[in-house]
């Protein structure tokens, strides 16, 4: 077994809490299903322990370490905030960060119910979020530029679902555009960098936390507003962006683009998924499907 392929249990989690933080130790200890490049395993009512899994680098966690004290302060949803840090030991070679438990059922889980609501509450977090990053803020890594900069990525999960009924010339339609829109002119603002519906939990039928910011970089908004298609029911990137209230026709036409690319990657997870490969993730495909006829039918 490779190290990225590590088996994490409940054994080894309680193991690393006595060595490090033996006061949290005798807490109840549950796995949460999911994730990918981490896994979490809720512990007591009120924490959470995010065990780097898939993550070959200890980048996205230290970057959660480093800023999310700092966003979590000024956001109108709850965020997993860092309170205890764990350290590579020879029993477990890599990060692992104890955090706050953000309550609520991931998307990919659950369903908004209430729309405009949610599409209210997204805008609010996002607007509350995208404030100028300081310079020592992180650059993207694999995601963040010009959609231009994005198109093999687009080409490879284009030829790599099945599209079902969606013609692909429509898909493309929406991804030219994108890549003809004016560049991001403005300062490097936060981005939270990887909002899909594994991504976000609810409650009540509406947003009620986000998680998982270990993409979390400093640059174009353009990366979140996509979620306007890939989280909101039908009808609500239009009452988004009414509420957003601060992107201008280029943004939202960028957005859409990298809509559609998030769209396609929910559905080839999916596709995996129902073949049973590695990493697949069956309820996606229902996620990406419906989140592609919300971005083709626009606002």
């Known amino acids: 077994m490779i190290e990225s392929e590590m088996e994490i249990s409940e054994d080894l989690v309680r193991e690393l809490l006595r060595e490090q933080h033996p006061d949290l130790a005798e807490l109840p200890i549950r796995e949460v299903a999911g994730g990918w490049g981490n896994q979490m395993w809720r512990l007591g009512d009120d924490l959470a322990v995010r065990m780097q899994r898939m993550d070959t680098r200890p980048d996205p966690q230290l970057k959660e370490r480093r800023w999310l004290p700092t966003l979590a302060s000024r956001l109108p949803l709850p965020i997993p905030t860092p309170v205890r840090n ?123 936390g986000v998680v998982d910011f270990g993409d979390v970089f400093a640059g174009d908004p353009a990366w979140d507003l996509a979620a306007a298609w890939v989280l909101l029911p039908a009808g609500g990137a239009s009452r988004f962006f009414n509420s957003y209230a601060q992107a201008d026709e280029a943004a939202i036409r960028r957005a859409r683009g990298l809509a559609a690319v998030k769209s396609l990657f929910l559905l080839l997870m999916g596709q995996n998924g129902d073949r049973g490969l590695p990493g697949g993730k069956p309820n996606w495909g229902p996620a990406g499907r419906s989140a592609l006829e919300r971005v083709l039918k626009g606002l």
Do not use: C, Y
Not at 86 to 105: D, H, I, N, Q, Y
């Open 86 to 208: 764990g350290a590579p030991s020879e029993r477990f070679p890599k990060l692992w960060t104890v955090m706050t438990w953000v309550e609520g059922t991931p998307l990919d889980h659950g369903s908004i119910t209430r729309g405009d609501h949610a599409a209210d509450q997204l805008a609010a977090f996002l607007k509350a979020l995208h404030t100028e990053a300081p310079a020592d803020a992180p650059n993207a890594l694999d995601r963040g530029g010009h959609p231009k900069e994005s198109t093999d990525g687009f080409e490879n999960f284009l030829r790599a679902v099945d599209l079902g009924h969606f013609a692909e010339d429509d898909i493309r339609a929406v991804w030219d555009d994108a890549v003809a829109a004016p560049e991001w002119e403005g300062p490097r603002m936060w981005v939270h960098g990887d909002l899909h519906p594994a991504n976000v939990v609810v409650a009540d039928g509406t947003l009620a």
